[in-house]
């Protein structure tokens, strides 16, 4: 069965650094794709960064570039989002997914709904 569990999340004033952590078993990590989406209250499910694991390449919604960085450790079967000089605006519970049959460009672009397997989710608060 995968499994997917975040954790890191946490209060943080604006400007601050939270590091979130995706711990995956029960699949073959490095033929996966694995993305970080977010819930703000209020709001609809969004892709906020992805990592295809056969090659490292990336996705980062136009809203983090430049302040959050997504990497994966394939001895951990853990992949991380680095979260820096974070905004009010980042506050929602951030959901850790794996998909095996997209890649991380595609992750963040296709319908939320067709992905294959999710986390419980970690809520991070952002406060001015």
């Known amino acids: 069965e995968v499994q997917l569990v975040e954790s890191g999340g946490g209060l943080v004033q604006a400007g601050g650094s939270l590091r979130l952590s995706c711990a995956t078993s029960g699949f073959t990590f490095e033929h996966y794709a694995i993305g970080w989406f977010r819930q703000a209250p209020g709001k609809e499910r969004e892709a906020v960064s992805c990592?295809?694991?056969?090659?490292?390449?990336?996705y980062y919604a136009d809203s983090v570039k430049g302040r959050f960085t997504i990497s994966s450790d394939n001895a951990k079967n853990t992949v991380y989002l680095q979260m820096n000089r974070l905004k009010p605006e980042d506050t929602a519970v951030y959901y850790c997914?794996?998909?095996?049959?997209?890649?991380?460009?595609?992750?963040?672009?296709?319908?939320?709904?067709?992905?294959?397997?999710w986390g419980q989710g970690t809520l991070v608060t952002v406060s001015d």
């Open positions: 990592i295809t694991n056969s090659d490292g390449s990336t």
């Open positions: 997914v794996a998909d095996g049959e997209t890649t991380a460009q595609a992750m963040g672009v296709l319908p939320w709904t067709h992905l294959e397997s």
